[in-house]
């Protein structure tokens, strides 16, 4: 008779998978609370310390790292030593292996003391898993209940599960448990106050939530994945109210709407075209903010994404839908609002639960051969030092700060013209800034702004008063920046000969 060892916490398809085994013949072995939940049910079970012939000890903490048990998994079968020492030692050799580890996850999730998660750290479960991957080729180990019926399936079929399958059974397995201890040591890093921001040996977890159509291009594959303990704002898990599937472009686009849109505390709207905004402004509503936004460059806005820091009613969808948009982003949505996009069947309306936390987490990037990691850009400014010989006036401060809130999430080279909290003119990732002013005022001038009296915000520092020479051409009347050229004293000297106001903000915000 063959033997299948079942000890799961998750119990969803269990009774169903035992019976099955038992009607092929297996019989099963089982530990405490999954025993004796089978008999209940009905099954008959051989418990745990009945093969071992020794009870579970210390609350449960052990009770199958036994070599009966171990013995039963590892054993490699076409091995006459092994066959031998088996049948010297009494043990029978177990051939299906189903487990689930203790709910470490779910435990954190519900707010659980740190005795309790302590508790909650699985020691025989991934022991048995990793035993029973390793021995692939003679074990077919189970950590996902959705498995349940392929095996069962090709027992009925070909009497045995197959070796493609066994393979298969055993990666999931291993991933299953890599996916487990990085849980459990990213959360430890912050319950025991350590709090490493960069650990020697780092896992990031992740578990797939589905695939995309395709990647940045039609040729490249892509998938969505969630890390599942971070706590933080999650564009990952938002929820999609309706509309086309989002696509891979569609989550980066609306990250980025997001993370500037959450700088405003007034309503505010913000439209970005291919990870950039195109369109900021803040209104006394969010229908009005919308509108201004819109005027900065209504032609990139076309195809556009747009956030809003409020909730989206009637009034604003009207609007929304007289311009072609690919989403809607919002931390919720009027009834009337919704009924009113139903109407455009492949608008993406997308509402970011837990509007008002934070994004968490270190920002990660790709490389070939590895990986870059960096803590998030949540500053702003250090200082507002005044450098010139006028002061900006108190509106003209408003708008430095509401520029400065925009071009920090701008890709470099970056500038950002703003007048009344709005923007109106972005220049976007040229590689000399003289270049992305501009692009800036070209802009402003051919949607009919006003630029006289408006401001400017650099990301980075000018190297050379070439661009304040050229603002001053177009009544541009103060400038933010971070300062810390080797020529900021002929900067500050430029602005002083064209009654410019300049402020330090001692912050460089590089977005690349």
């Known amino acids: ?71 039963g998994i590892l054993a490699v079968r076409d091995n006459p030593s092994h066959l031998k020492q088996l049948q010297e030692n009494g043990i029978t050799p177990i051939d299906i292996v189903a487990i689930n580890l203790y709910p470490f996850e779910e435990t954190v999730k519900k707010g659980a003391d740190l005795e309790e998660i302590i508790e909650n750290i699985d020691i025989g479960g991934p022991a048995m898993v990793r035993a029973s991957a390793k021995n692939y080729k003679y074990v077919a180990i189970i950590t996902d209940p959705s498995d349940y019926d392929l095996v069962i399936n090709e027992l009925k079929t070909n009497g045995e599960v197959s070796l493609k399958t066994r393979q298969l059974l055993s990666l999931k397995a291993f991933r299953h448990t890599a996916l487990y201890d990085s849980i459990i040591s990213n959360i430890l890093n912050e319950k025991f106050g350590i709090n490493e921001d960069f650990p020697h040996e780092l896992t990031i977890p992740m578990r797939k939530k589905y695939p995309l159509r395709y990647g940045e291009n039609p040729h490249q594959k892509a998938c969505l994945y969630l890390n599942p303990i971070e706590e933080g704002l999650s564009v990952a898990n938002a929820k999609i109210i309706q509309g086309k599937e989002m696509s891979y472009n569609n989550y980066l686009d609306v990250e980025a709407s997001l993370l500037l849109v959450k700088e405003f505390e007034n309503p505010a709207c913000v439209i970005v075209k291919h990870n950039n905004p195109c369109g900021v402004a803040e209104g006394d509503n969010i229908t009005d903010a919308y509108r201004l936004a819109l005027q900065t460059d209504p032609r990139s806005a076309f195809g ?209």
Do not use: W
């Open 1 to 71: 008779m063959k033997r299948a060892l079942i000890s799961v916490s998750n119990k969803t398809g269990v009774i169903d998978f035992a019976r099955e085994l038992v009607n092929l013949g297996y019989e099963i072995v089982s530990s405490s609370g999954t025993a004796k939940y089978l008999k209940e049910n009905g099954i008959n079970v051989i418990e745990v310390s009945q093969v071992t012939g020794f009870p579970e000890i210390l609350d449960g903490r052990v009770k199958t790292l036994h070599p009966k048990i171990h013995g």
């Open 304 to 512: 556009g994404i747009v956030a809003f820091n409020r909730e989206v009613d009637g009034q604003t969808a009207k609007v929304l839908t007289e311009l072609f948009l690919e989403v809607v982003v919002a931390p919720s949505f009027s009834k009337e609002a919704l009924e009113i996009f139903s109407k455009k069947k492949n608008l993406r309306v997308v509402e970011i639960k837990d509007f008002e936390k934070d994004v968490v987490g270190k920002d990660v990037k790709r490389l070939s051969g590895g990986y870059l990691l960096q803590d998030r850009d949540k500053g702003l400014y250090e200082t507002l030092e005044v450098v010139t010989e006028r002061k900006p006036t108190e509106k003209e401060l408003e708008d430095l700060i509401f520029a400065l809130k925009v071009v920090k999430h701008v890709k470099s080279n970056a500038v950002v013209i703003a007048k009344d909290k709005r923007s109106i003119g972005i220049g976007v990732g040229q590689t000399s800034r003289v270049d992305s002013l501009e692009t800036a005022v070209k802009k402003a001038q051919e949607f009919g702004l006003e630029l006289e009296g408006s401001v400017l915000a650099s990301e980075a520092f000018f190297p050379f008063r070439d661009s304040i020479d050229f603002a001053a051409k177009y009544g541009i009347k103060a400038v933010i920046q971070p300062g810390g050229s080797i020529r900021d004293n002929e900067v500050i000297q430029a602005c002083n000969e064209y009654s410019i106001a300049m402020i330090f903000t001692k912050m460089r915000h590089f977005k690349h």
